[in-house]
C-alpha cells in the first residue's frame, strides 16, 4: 500500500507541475499578444493616386468596383457630379458602364443637368478610366463658360459684319447714284450730304468696334493713376455739348467736387462722354440732362440723368448688349452704333466698378456709373448748387 500511494502522490504532483508550466506559457503569450501592434488593412487607394487627383483642377471622382463614391474632390461636388456618393448625370454613367464592359478609356463632352431640377444645364468634358482592378477614375472639366464665350465671339463677328455691310452699302448706293445725278448741283448736294452722314456712322461704328475689342483683352487697363472726377466729367460735359447744342438739350452739372478715382483718366472720359451721348440721343428737344456726383462709402457715382423716352423693364436687361438699340429708328436717325453702353460696361469692369441703369417709360432714364473711391481730397467736399435736372436723380435714387 505504501508503494502505491507514493507512486499517486508522484503522479498528482507531476500533473501539479504540468498545469503551472501551461499557465506560465499561457500567461506570457497573452501578455505578448497584447503587446503586439494591431494588424494594418492594406490602403484602399495609392497614394501616389490621392496626390495626384488633389492637384488636378479638373472634377475627379473614384469608384470602386460597385460604382460607389470612394473619394471625390470640391469641384465634383459643386458641379453636381456626385450625390449621395453616387455618379448622378446618367449620361456619365453610361460612359462608366461601357469603360466596365471593355476597359477602354473613354473621352467625351456631354450636357449634363446643372440640378436636380430646373432647364440648367453644363457643358463638361468627361474622361473615364479604370486605374486598377477595383477602381475607375471619373475626371470633368466644365466648358460651359468658355463655350459661351466662343459663342459670344462667334455672334460679334457676325454683328459686326451685319452692322458694317449697311453704311458701306448705304455709300456704294449714294456713289452710284450721284454718278448718275452729276448734271444735276442741287441733287449732288444733297446725295453728298447723305454720303458724309453715313461716312460718320462708318467711321464712328470702326472706332467703336475698335476700343470694345481692346477693352475685352485682358490687362487692357494698363497702368493707372489718380484720376480727378470734376476734370473728367467736365471734359465728358464739353464733348457732348456740341450734339447737346444741336437738339437744345441743356447739360447740367451738380453734386460733389474733389472726388478721386483710380484708373485711366481717357477711358473714363469716353465712359461717360458715351452715357451722355445716350442721354440726349434718346431725350426730346429743348429738354435737359444732368449729371451728378456723389460718395456713396468706398464708392464714386457718377449719375447721369435725362427726361427721354424711358426703358421698359424687359429692355433694361438688354441695353448693355452690344449692337442693342431700344429705339432702332432713332439710332439710325442720330447714328448710334449700339455699342456705346457695352463700352462704358467694359470701362466699368474694368476699373473694379459698375454700371447701373434707372428707369421707367415716359419718365427718362438714369445711368449711373459706379467706381471704388480713392483717397480723401485734401479740401472738404463742397456742394453744388442742385438744377432741377438733378432734383429728379435724387428722388429716383431714392424710390
Known amino acids: 500500500m505504501d508503494g502505491i500511494d ?6 498528482a504532483g507531476g500533473l501539479g507541475l504540468l498545469t503551472g508550466v501551461w499557465a506560465t506559457l499561457a500567461f506570457r503569450w497573452s501578455e ?23 492637384v488636378l483642377r479638373s472634377a475627379a471622382v473614384v469608384l470602386d468596383d460597385s460604382d460607389h463614391v470612394v473619394r471625390a474632390s470640391a469641384p465634383a461636388h459643386a458641379l453636381g457630379i456626385v450625390r449621395d456618393g453616387r455618379i448622378a448625370p446618367a449620361a456619365i454613367r453610361d460612359l462608366i458602364a461601357q469603360v466596365r464592359r471593355d476597359g477602354v478609356i473613354r473621352d467625351e463632352v456631354l450636357e449634363v443637368p446643372r ?15 479604370q486605374v486598377s482592378a477595383e477602381h475607375l477614375v471619373v ?25 458694317l455691310k449697311t453704311p458701306v452699302g448705304a455709300l456704294a448706293l449714294l456713289a452710284e447714284t450721284l454718278q448718275d445725278a452729276a448734271d444735276d448741283p442741287e441733287a449732288v448736294r444733297r ?26 483683352v485682358a490687362g487692357a487697363l494698363g497702368q493707372v493713376g489718380l484720376v480727378d472726377v470734376d476734370t473728367v466729367v467736365a471734359e465728358a460735359v464739353d464733348r457732348a455739348r456740341t450734339t447737346a447744342e444741336a437738339k437744345k438739350v441743356r447739360l447740367d452739372i451738380g453734386g460733389q467736387q474733389g472726388t478721386r478715382v483710380l484708373g485711366q483718366r481717357d ?24 449729371v451728378g456726383v456723389r460718395t456713396d462709402g468706398d464708392l464714386v457715382e457718377i449719375a447721369v440723368v435725362d427726361e427721354g423716352i424711358g426703358i421698359t423693364p424687359a429692355e433694361q436687361e438688354r441695353v448693355f448688349e452690344r449692337f442693342y438699340r431700344v429705339d432702332p429708328a432713332r439710332s439710325r436717325d442720330t447714328g448710334g452704333t449700339g455699342l456705346g453702353l457695352s463700352i462704358v460696361k467694359h470701362v466699368a469692369a474694368d476699373h473694379g466698378g459698375e454700371v447701373t441703369v434707372w ?25 453744388l448748387p442742385v438744377t432741377a435736372t438733378e432734383g429728379v436723380h435724387v428722388s429716383r435714387s431714392a424710390s
Open 32 to 54: 505578448r499578444s497584447q503587446r503586439a501592434l494591431p494588424a494594418q488593412s492594406e490602403p484602399e487607394l495609392d497614394d501616389g493616386l490621392v496626390r495626384t487627383l488633389a
Open 267 to 290: 477711358l473714363l472720359v469716353t465712359a461717360v462722354r458715351n452715357l451722355l451721348d445716350n442721354a440726349v440721343a434718346y431725350s426730346g428737344e429743348a429738354s435737359h440732362v444732368g
Open 139 to 163: 475626371l470633368a472639366e466644365d466648358l460651359t463658360q468658355a463655350r459661351r464665350l466662343e459663342a459670344i465671339r462667334r455672334d460679334f463677328v457676325v454683328n459686326v459684319s451685319h452692322e
Open 359 to 383: 428707369s421707367q417709360p415716359g419718365r427718362g432714364s438714369t445711368f449711373t456709373l459706379r467706381l471704388p473711391r480713392a483717397e480723401e481730397p485734401a479740401a472738404p467736399v463742397t456742394e
Open 115 to 129: 440640378g436636380p431640377v430646373g432647364p440648367g444645364v453644363l457643358l463638361v468634358q468627361v474622361r473615364v478610366a
Open 191 to 216: 446725295f453728298a450730304g447723305r454720303m458724309q452722314a453715313e461716312a460718320t456712322r462708318l467711321s464712328a461704328l470702326v472706332h467703336e468696334i475698335i476700343e470694345l475689342s481692346r477693352l475685352q
Open 6 to 11: 507514493g507512486l499517486l502522490l508522484l503522479l
